[in-house]
């Protein structure tokens, strides 16, 4: 079993910048691929990305495409999401979500473990 806890939230102004991280621990963590969604209040649990066990593939959904980046570091047990030209539409909680093995996840019932959290509020 893996623990996650995320961090780094907050409030920004449209056009700003933030990193989330997400910390793990319990087994290796190099054996899961990760994956981030966030939550507006009212609306489903939504996919933003994911990234492989090794980091070295990464897939977004159309909405956050090219603004924003996962990555991970495997020695520090850490996956981060950076998070830039960040829009009033970005505002939400944010998830971080691990799924042991496989490469490819975007639906949330595809991942067992979750963090805790972490808001999100873009000011426009």
């Known amino acids: 079993q893996v623990q996650l806890v995320e961090s780094g939230g907050g409030l920004v102004q449209a056009g700003g910048s933030l990193r989330l991280s997400c910390a793990a621990s319990g087994r290796t963590f190099s054996r899961y691929t990760m994956g981030w969604f966030r939550q507006a209040p009212g609306k489903e649990r939504e996919f933003v990305g994911g990234?492989?066990?090794?980091?070295?593939?990464?897939y977004y959904a159309d909405s956050v495409k090219g603004r924003f980046t996962i990555s991970r570091d495997n020695a520090k047990a850490t996956v981060y999401l950076q998070m830039n030209s960040l829009k009033p539409e970005d505002t939400a909680v944010y998830y971080c979500?691990?799924?042991?093995?496989?490469?490819?996840?975007?639906?949330?019932?595809?991942?067992?473990?979750w963090g805790q959290g972490t808001q999100v509020t873009v000011s426009s």
């Open positions: 990234i492989s066990r090794s980091g070295g593939n990464t």
């Open positions: 979500a691990g799924r042991e093995g496989g490469y490819y996840y975007t639906n949330f019932n595809e991942y067992d473990y």
